[in-house]
């Protein structure tokens, strides 16, 4: 059955408990559909490029390009500062080699350490959830397989705490996770604390569900984030959780409208075949249903209250 998140007084609480943490030993990405007009991780690699040049660190000074799927202020062909694709393989290394030894290196003369995915998890007792590549994407065509491997072989480290913490991967390109990831497994069973996903946006994109059935996994869930359109053909057979929510508005960049009626359907399907069901947000006060309800008031993304309910749950 699926785990209900226990707080229903602050609803804004559970986006810390969902995240938990991100491990980015790569980062920058193109388009690919939809989904990507309004891209949050486009526009925080602008702001995490002047932050990393300020302080001489070698990360986000690769830019990259916009393709057609942008949307205003954004434009097709221009530069995307700073979201260029860059492979970090000495993270991703140090992680694999299940060390406890910490390693730098020399930039412009100062010795940088670098924060190793021990730092993100091993320092607390608590259970976390740690997104892999939130700034990415782990199948992008240009990530090599065996620096793929490296990031799997990170998230199965040996010591207890490591361990019991459970790893996201998210992908809008399921068709090589489906032909890769049997090789990379290796013949091994699936990990329980390895979770893997795709986004569907809309019925269009319904199909990345069923790459995602081929792909061997102990969970699977589905991010229908940003809402764009119904997802009434969505298939949940096999599938254990489905993310949902609206899009975010920031820097003038509008949101596009989440429809009430997308939602309702989408979270009566779930209940249907027993799949755990999370509505993040509405993405903007404009999208609210309930704009008189106390837990929606006052959020930048509309808050999360469905037919005055909030639906945090967890496979």
């Known amino acids: 059955?699926?785990?209900?998140y226990k707080s229903k007084k602050n609803p804004k609480a559970f986006h810390l408990y969902f995240q938990g943490e991100k491990w980015n030993p790569f980062h920058g990405c193109d388009d690919v559909s939809e989904g990507c007009g309004n891209?949050?991780?486009?526009r925080m690699a602008r702001w995490q490029k002047r932050l990393h040049r300020k302080r001489r660190h070698p990360k986000y000074q690769t830019?990259?390009?916009?393709?057609?799927f942008v949307l205003p202020p954004d434009k097709p062909g221009a530069t995307a500062p700073g979201f260029g694709l860059e492979l970090h393989w000495d993270e991703a290394r140090y992680a694999a080699d299940h060390t406890n030894k910490r390693i730098s290196r020399v930039v412009n003369g100062k010795r940088l350490s670098l924060p190793p995915l021990a730092e993100l998890c091993d320092h607390t007792k608590t259970q976390r959830r740690v997104f892999v590549g939130d700034m990415s994407d782990l199948f992008h065509k240009d990530i090599p397989d065996d620096f793929i491997r490296l990031v799997f072989q990170g998230t199965q480290h040996p010591s207890p705490r490591r361990a019991e913490n459970q790893y996201l991967i998210l992908t809008k390109r399921p068709t090589r996770m489906a032909k890769l990831?049997?090789?990379?497994?290796?013949g091994q069973t699936p990990p329980e604390n390895l979770w893997m996903g795709v986004s569907v946006e809309s019925n269009k994109y319904v199909h990345r569900a069923?790459?995602?059935?081929?792909?061997?996994?102990?969970?699977?869930?589905?991010?229908?984030?940003p809402f764009l359109g119904p997802v009434h053909k969505l298939d949940l057979t096999n599938i254990d959780w489905v993310v949902s929510g609206g899009e975010s508005e920031d820097r003038g960049q509008l949101a596009r409208p989440l429809q009430v009626a997308w939602v309702r359907e989408l979270r009566d399907k779930c209940k249907q075949h027993n799949v755990a069901f999370m509505f993040k947000q509405w993405g903007n006060p404009r999208n609210t249903q309930d704009k008189t309800d106390?837990?929606?008031?006052?959020?930048?993304?509309?808050?999360?209250?469905?037919?005055?309910?909030?639906?945090?749950?967890?496979?």
């Open 210 to 225: 069923d790459y995602l059935r081929q792909t061997p996994a102990h969970i699977r869930w589905i991010s229908v984030e």
């Open 1 to 4: 059955m699926p785990r209900r």
């Open 63 to 68: 830019d990259g390009i916009c393709n057609r």
């Open 181 to 186: 990831w049997p090789k990379i497994l290796a």
């Open 294 to 315: 106390a837990r929606n008031i006052g959020d930048p993304n509309g808050g999360c209250v469905l037919d005055g309910q909030v639906h945090h749950e967890f496979p």
């Open 39 to 42: 891209c949050y991780a486009r």
